[in-house]
């Protein structure tokens, strides 16, 4: 068949979108979500070589009123404007200390912005540079979702003796639904002590949305046998999980994971240790749990920082964290070897959505708005679905501070 006749044959129709299906770049709204909704307004091109002058000038124009928060896996190019950089834990603390800035902008993703309107008071308006920089884990565990998982939970006759415990990286909607349901927020540096705050309180936990991050938490520090974990996906009947296995487990993981962390393998482990002699590897606890067995270290985000600012010269590390990050600790540590644990490139495509377009064309906004008025970008979330999730994250905030994830 020639190309001409089958162009006239063949008409391609667009799928009809179903609930879970990713939007478009740059089409389709969607606020309720982690997936993205339209960027208003005219960004400046990438190309032009004025945006670091253009986003400082702006930046200095705004003083005191704006305060700037960016997220170790933000590129360079937006970090050097960050007044404060760390995981979402640290950056969360840090919005939630800072009442006098007008302005907190935050350069991360959705739910780490969702979660500084939350902290920070009514007065303060928080902005993402881009709507659509989204989590695609977030996007795993959506409210209807965790509502009928909980049903499930009921049903099995195990929902009184069971805690909800979310990770950060999940929306407003579950932390609320977290908050609600007597359980508490965690992140990558306290999930240990969350989870033993959890057992405290009730005899199982449902961990969300990272089962990796559940499973290596509670098998690894936590020393729960691995087949007291299950898995419920939200995808099938019943979690896929009979009452029994409800019943039995103590740690019930929703299918969930990162799309950066979950790409690592422990043939990757096994790669770079042939290829680099005397190498230690240093993993994320959302990496597979077999990869974290076969690694030498795992610790949060500023567990890896501080792990290798403290490391030997001389020494070799393969590092299983967000590209941004580990170019940027290879490039302030050139007395060691720091390299990516995986051959192929694995930035986050969603962190990725801050760049220096972005970041001016929201400080110019900022600049040009009249105290009082609705800043471009801002997140704001329900102030009832933000009541329960305060409740959440202030659980986590009384934790004990100091890092759990590492050895
Ligand atoms: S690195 Fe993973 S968990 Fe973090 S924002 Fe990207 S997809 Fe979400």
């Given at each position: 068949m020639l190309c001409a006749d089958y162009a006239r044959d063949v008409t391609f129709t667009e799928p009809a979108a179903t609930p879970l299906a990713l939007l478009l770049l740059g089409q389709g709204s969607d606020a309720g979500s982690e997936r993205g909704v339209d960027c208003p307004g005219e960004l400046p091109p990438a190309s032009d070589p004025t945006l670091v002058a253009r986003a400082a000038a702006a930046k200095r124009e705004l003083g005191d009123r704006v305060f700037v928060l960016g997220h170790h896996y933000q590129r360079d190019e937006v970090i050097q404007f960050a007044d404060v950089t760390g995981d979402s834990f640290k950056l969360a603390r840090e919005a939630a200390a800072?009442?006098?800035?007008?302005y907190i902008v935050f350069c991360g993703v959705h739910f780490m912005a969702e979660s500084a309107d939350i902290l920070t008071t009514a007065n303060q308006q928080v902005v993402l540079p881009?709507?659509?920089?989204?989590?695609s884990m977030a996007d795993m565990a959506n409210y209807q979702q965790v509502v009928e998982a909980w049903d499930a939970l009921s049903d099995a006759g195990v929902a009184d003796v069971t805690v909800p415990v979310t990770y950060m990286n999940s929306s407003a909607a579950i932390k609320g639904f977290t908050g609600e349901h007597g359980g508490t927020v965690c992140t990558s540096s306290n999930a240990e002590r969350a989870l033993h705050w959890a057992f405290d309180h009730g005899e199982k936990v449902l961990f969300l949305p990272d089962e990796h991050l559940g499973r290596n938490t509670a098998v690894l520090q936590m020393g729960i046998p691995l087949d007291e974990c299950v898995v419920f996906d939200p995808h099938k009947p019943g979690g896929g999980l009979t009452g029994q296995q409800l019943r039995d487990a103590r740690m019930i993981l929703w299918r969930g994971h990162c799309s950066v962390h979950g790409r690592f393998t422990a043939e990757n482990v096994a790669d770079v240790r042939a290829r680099i002699p005397g190498v230690n590897i240093l993993v994320h606890p959302e990496c597979r749990h077999e990869v974290v067995l076969a690694a030498d270290l795992v610790g949060s985000t500023e567990f890896i920082i501080k792990t290798l600012d403290a490391a030997e010269p001389g020494s070799s590390w393969a590092v299983g964290t967000e590209l941004n990050l580990v170019r940027r600790l290879a490039n302030a540590h050139p007395d060691k070897q720091i390299v990516f644990l995986e051959k192929t490139v694995c930035y986050c495509s969603t962190m990725n959505r801050i760049d220096l377009p972005h970041l001016v064309h929201s400080l110019e906004s900022l600049a040009r708005t009249v105290s009082g008025e609705r800043a471009v970008n801002r997140i704001m979330v329900d102030e009832t679905v933000a009541a329960n999730a305060r409740l959440a994250l202030n659980r986590m905030l009384a934790l004990p501070q100091a890092p759990a994830f590492a050895g």
């Open positions: 800072r009442p006098d800035a007008e881009d709507l659509a920089a989204g989590c």
